[in-house]
């Protein structure tokens, strides 16, 4: 197993209604995101638990582009994976702002 920690620099705030979100599935191949708010001074922190070590470049590299695109501020994002393709983690990813998005409209 290896963790990585990833932080990025933020600037939209979580709406007070969309506090968390869970997505996903820690199993072969997938991942699960954890989305919380938390005081970071502004920055958005990913932490990241996975089986398949030496990826760190290849996850910098995506979750660069989801901060570059979701520059959320005071956001930590737990993510627990098993293997996920790039393309997964980012499926997740959205899901998992999509997810903050229903709770906000509720």
Known sequence: METLT?????????????????????ASGNLEVLVEPTELDG?????V????????TIWQAVL???????PL?????????AGATPAVV???LQQALETLQEGDAA
């Open 49 to 56: 638990i996975t089986s398949a070590t030496g990826f760190d």
């Open 90 to 92: 980012s499926l997740r």
């Open 64 to 70: 660069a582009d989801f901060a570059a695109r979701h």
């Open 6 to 26: 990833y932080r990025f620099p933020g600037q939209h705030d979580l709406s007070d209604r969309a506090r968390h979100a869970l997505v996903g599935v820690v």
């Open 73 to 81: 501020r005071n956001v930590r994002l737990s993510i627990n994976d």
């Open 43 to 47: 920055a958005m922190e990913i932490a």
